[in-house]
Nanobody, 124 residues
Framework: QVQLVESGGGLVQAGGSLRLSCAASGRSFSRYSMGWFRQAPGKERDIVAAIGWSNDRTLYADSVKGRFTISRDNAKNTVYLQMNSLKPEDTAVYFC?????????????????WGQGTQVTVSS
């Protein structure tokens, strides 16, 4: 069992930056792939970025490539999402997820545990 708690969301102006954190409790954090998803009102929950067991295996949604960076610190049981050059269309609730694969999964069904989410609002 893994519990996930996101933090770092908030209100930011377009062009600004935020760093989201996801703290995991439970055993064997380093053996979980981790993902960040987001869901805007009335829309599906979509992948933003994901990372495998190590920092060298990552994937990104096309809409955030070059602006967002996912990383993990296995010693701290934490995964991060650095978000730069934010746009109003990045506004959503951001969810952290943990999965049992070694590689970063792109689909929701690849993840077994989810956090409660943190709101990110980007004003124009």
């Amino acid at each position: 069992q893994v519990q996930l708690v996101e933090s770092g969301g908030g209100l930011v102006q377009a062009g600004g930056s935020l760093r989201l954190s996801c703290a995991a409790s439970g055993r064997s954090f380093s053996r979980y792939s981790m993902g960040w998803f987001r869901q805007a009102p009335g829309k599906e929950r979509d992948i933003v970025a994901a990372i495998g067991w190590s920092n060298d295996r990552t994937l990104y949604a096309d809409s955030v490539k070059g602006r967002f960076t996912i990383s993990r610190d296995n010693a701290k049981n934490t995964v991060y999402l650095q978000m730069n050059s934010l746009k109003p269309e990045d506004t959503a609730v951001y969810f952290c997820a943990a999965g049992s694969t070694s590689y970063p999964a792109q689909e929701k069904y690849g993840y077994d545990y989810w956090g409660q989410g943190t709101q990110v609002t980007v004003s124009s």
